[in-house]
């Protein structure tokens, strides 16, 4: 069964990227799906900040579409966020999914001012 792990930095300091990786495993990244940058700030509900379909176009949530790019590394069978010019409003658990039936355990990010 395919799973899901992300990785990268717990802390960010503002006006700094912020890039996380998930790493796919039990599956192929190219199959006929699409992955997802999902975030829940404290006390807020679930934000999708981007799609990245296994053809390899993307989408991003308007909102955020200025500082977020999805990318994928077939070779690695991995797929990765940056989030440019953080701040601590950028703080959240984020998740990878292949939307919207697998997901990874979470990761925190903190930005700090």
């Known amino acids: 069964q395919v799973q899901l792990q992300e990785s990268g930095p717990g802390l960010v300091k503002a006006s700094q990227t912020l890039s996380l990786t998930c790493t796919v495993s039990?599956?192929?990244?190219?199959?006929?799906?699409?992955w997802s940058w999902v975030r829940q700030a404290p006390g807020k509900g679930l934000e999708c900040l981007g799609v990245?379909?296994?053809?390899?176009?993307?989408y991003y949530s308007p909102s955020l579409k200025s500082r977020t790019s999805i990318s994928a590394d077939t070779s690695k069978n991995q797929f990765s966020l940056q989030l440019t010019s953080v701040t601590p409003e950028d703080t959240a658990v984020y998740y990878c999914?292949?939307?919207?039936?697998?997901w990874g355990q979470g990761t925190q990010v903190t930005v700090s001012s």
């Open positions: 990245i379909h296994y053809g390899g176009s993307t």
């Open positions: 999914t292949r939307i919207w039936d697998t």
């Open positions: 039990g599956g192929s990244i190219t199959t006929k799906t699409a």
